[in-house]
């Protein structure tokens, strides 16, 4: 009777995997042939994530034009204890840290092993679509004893609805690596605003923050004379050749990368070097020559933005952290 509830348990998780895997193959396919099939062309910057783009990915941290990286984990080596200080704010309870788009945690595990050298009470949830970097994240936080840790495999909000399930804790929201900026100032609001509409008063968040500066230092962190950043932007075109039966040649294309100081958008495309059709999953799309795919923006900000953004979604800035340069910003920020 044991085997017998046990394999048809088995059987219901591999069901629920299959039926979770083509669902997320059916939005990928939506998502690429809606964008595709748009004016302007556009494809979502966070299909970039596959096994091979997220060893890119670190690639591109580890280039020295991209200052992005070195700055936030500054802040976080050097300023451990007073970042401690500012999510914790003097309160004794324990609480649940939910960090949104983890990446490789490197950052954020100074700020976990201070809080289990201190004995501080907490969940750390880390939030990420792409799977493979959750294990990869699990496998180097393995080393921290006393660890409790809960790994939500898929979008933001889908995945903080479950983490609100998981207990009534406090809530401390890591949001870093300025990925705020992958959204455009438009966006980010309504961002800032749908997540503090599922928090409570009181909860955290520590956003970090990309600052205006010279337009020549943050055009070569996004387009890095190595070309990982090119490769890393051509590499969403080979995910979709190998999992929407797709047909794009890499070598028809060219990487373009614009930044505008005014607006502080640093923003990446692909470019179609000739007229060309391109198939995707039985579908044809036409590209003239010139024709551009919008791939991702990467915003940057003033010190006054970010107070602005704060303020009109909920929140009342408590501290900011910047790096010796000044050229990032993590803002700390609670829930009104």
Not at 187 to 208: N, T
Request: charged share 25%.
């Amino acid at each position: 009777m044991i085997d017998i509830q046990q394999s048809a348990h088995a059987y219901s998780l591999q069901q629920d995997i299959v039926q979770t895997e083509e669902h997320r193959v059916l939005c990928f396919r939506e998502d690429v042939l809606g964008g595709l099939q748009s004016y302007p062309k556009h494809l979502s910057s966070k299909y970039f994530y596959d096994t091979k783009g997220d060893a890119l990915f670190q690639q591109i941290m580890n280039c020295p034009e991209y200052y992005l990286t070195r700055c936030e984990l500054e802040i976080f080596r050097d300023q451990t204890s007073s970042l401690i200080a500012a999510i914790t704010n003097a309160r004794a309870q324990s609480f649940d840290l939910i960090e949104l788009g983890v990446g490789d945690g490197i950052k954020s595990k100074y700020l976990i092993r201070e809080l289990l050298d201190r004995k501080i009470e907490f969940r750390y949830l880390p939030v990420d679509i792409s799977g493979n970097i959750l294990s990869q994240l699990e496998t180097s936080l393995s080393d921290l004893q006393g660890l409790n840790l809960v790994s939500l495999e898929g979008e933001y909000f889908d995945m903080l609805r479950e983490a609100t399930k998981i207990s009534d804790n406090r809530k401390v929201i890591l949001f870093l690596g300025a990925n705020i900026g992958n959204m455009s100032a438009k966006e980010a609001q309504f961002f800032c605003k749908d997540l503090r509409s599922m928090l409570q008063p009181g909860d955290i968040v520590l956003m970090g923050f990309d600052l205006k500066k010279n337009p020549h230092t943050i055009l070569d962190a996004y387009n890095d004379k190595g070309g990982i950043t090119r490769d890393f932007n051509l590499n969403l075109l080979e995910r979709i050749n190998t999992e929407l039966e797709g047909n794009f040649d890499l070598h028809r294309f060219t990487h373009y990368q614009t930044y505008d100081p005014e607006t502080g958008a640093c923003k990446s495309y692909l470019v179609s070097n000739i007229k060309q059709t391109v198939i995707v999953s039985g579908t044809s799309i036409s590209f003239s020559e010139g024709e551009w795919i919008y791939m991702e923006v990467s915003q940057k900000y003033s010190l006054k933005e970010i107070e602005k953004l704060a303020s009109h979604s909920g929140f009342s800035m408590i501290t900011n952290f910047t790096d010796p340069k000044r050229w990032f910003i993590d803002s700390v920020w609670i829930a009104q």
